[in-house]
């Protein structure tokens, strides 16, 4: 993961001081590209351990066109909570303490965080158990899932954009149009966070599938690892699905940042040497893309340097 860090020093040398929407400040540069050969190695991070399951339950989240957070809930995957959670707080129906501004507050106020913990755990409690509550409040607006698989028209229909690319892929496979993209400036003001990876565009050469992502929005050191892996998985998994091997995961960022509030982490992190890539391993038994479930997809020989905590920027 060379690259990756390469991206982490780059940024430290020559980012600009911005501000952003949370308050919380951050090194950025404009527009960088990193290229991963996915033939030597699946790009999860070794320089700290790096949470596979999340990231294997999200993209078939995205995949099955999901916009509710119970799904993930049910996986013990809590990477999109705050953003439901916000919705349920700023309801006439919650009678709680006040949660106005939680992420800053709680990375804050110990006392605070143990009050928002209380109201999190009560809140994911509901999702998964009360009828009812995860229709109302566990929805995140037409978010990627949606987009990806059901892009609406202007006459009513919709547009499976993922199905459409994988057929095109497997009957066209030299097209110049294999793309899929979650950026609908109709729906962004309705989305709980507007998309940070817009679009990305399949490639075949060789009998191999690659993958160019473009991302808007880049946090360096919390979400890249989770992006990189994620697309670089979603390229084995269209991959498998159109009988090709795979090739490279080229990776786009436009705003990209590091969190003024991450600089200490990052150079941890640059302290460490990177260790052996993993290998992906997929049941053989499943074969469709739109089957899969978490169990069916693993990292074998994956043997990371440990976890790095990091407060997210909401």
Not at 30 to 59: C, H, W
Not at 254 to 281: I, M, W
Request: charged share 25%; glycine share 8%; aromatic share 12%.
């Amino acid at each position: 993961m060379k690259q990756y860090l390469d991206l982490c020093k780059h940024i430290l040398e020559n980012g600009t001081k911005k501000e952003d929407r949370t308050g919380t400040g951050t090194l950025s540069v404009f527009g960088y590209q990193m290229r991963y050969d996915l033939n030597e190695g699946f790009p999860l991070m070794t320089t700290k351990k790096t949470a596979f399951r999340l990231i294997v339950s999200e993209l078939l989240w995205f995949i099955k066109g999901d916009t509710n957070v119970k799904a993930l809930l049910a996986e013990n995957n809590h990477i999109w909570d705050e953003w439901a959670f916000a919705k349920w707080i700023e309801s006439d129906e919650y009678k709680g303490p006040d949660m106005a501004d939680f992420g800053r507050r709680a990375q804050k106020d110990p006392a605070f965080a143990e009050v928002y913990g209380q109201q999190m755990a009560l809140f994911q409690q509901k999702i998964l158990e009360e009828p009812g509550f995860a229709e109302k409040y566990g929805d995140l607006g037409p978010v990627y899932g949606q987009q990806w698989r059901s892009w609406a028209k202007t006459d009513g229909g919709s547009i499976d954009q993922l199905k459409n690319v994988i057929h095109a892929i497997k009957n066209n496979p030299d097209s110049r149009r294999h793309l899929v993209t979650a950026w609908n400036p109709e729906f962004v003001d309705d989305m709980a966070l507007p998309p940070c990876h817009t679009m990305f565009q399949f490639y075949v050469a060789d009998g191999k599938l690659s993958c160019q992502l473009y991302q808007r929005s880049a946090d360096v050191f919390l979400g890249v690892p989770f992006n990189i892996a994620s697309y670089a998985l979603l390229t084995h998994l269209v991959a498998r699905e159109c009988g090709l091997g795979v090739g490279d995961f080229v990776h786009t960022t436009g705003d990209t940042h590091l969190y003024v509030n991450h600089l200490e982490q990052v150079n941890e992190q640059l302290s460490r040497e990177p260790k052996k890539l993993p290998v992906l391993a997929i049941n053989e038994e499943v074969e469709s893309i739109f089957d899969l479930k978490v169990e069916d997809i693993q990292v074998e020989g994956y043997d990371p340097h440990p976890r790095i905590k990091a407060p997210v920027a909401v």
